[in-house]
């Protein structure tokens, strides 16, 4: 199980997926950069208070309920400051981040691998990251 997963996709799945098969552990860290449609349209305000009662009211309930993972809506999460991407790569390095791949990767900086890469990351079948190799 992991600490934590970043969810830079969307929707409600993955949240629920974790949830059901343990895949975060129990004091484990789900985080969603956006909400639970991957492709959303917000045409009033009304939409826009749905939108954000969902993300907060799961967050608040997370928070509260020391059974399952937290809910963490972080809508400044790619918000990099100075050193941010040094420090990460240092706690690679060190082994206290894992940074799961997908087997399929890398795939060639071409038109049909990075097709097919878009189709395995849409299609949520993906076992990790998906990586594009620019140039070695």
């Not at 940074?99 to 049909?112: A, C, Q």
């Amino acid at each position: 199980a992991f600490d934590i997963i970043l969810d830079t996709v969307g929707g409600k799945g993955p949240w629920i997926q974790a949830r059901r098969t343990r895949t975060l552990k129990r004091n484990g860290r789900f985080v969603v950069m956006n909400g639970d449609e991957s492709h959303m349209q917000i045409h009033n305000s009304w939409q826009a208070m749905q939108f954000m009662f969902r993300l907060v009211g799961r967050q608040l309930w997370t928070s509260m309920c020391p059974f399952v993972p937290n809910y963490i809506w972080h809508a400044n999460a790619l918000d990099l400051k100075p050193g941010n991407l040094q420090e990460m790569s240092r706690l690679v390095e060190q082994g206290k981040v894992q940074v799961v791949l997908d087997p399929m990767t890398p795939v060639p900086f071409e038109r049909e691998p990075i097709r097919n890469a878009f189709k395995l990351m849409e299609s949520r079948h993906a076992h990790g990251k998906v990586v594009v190799e620019i140039q070695e």
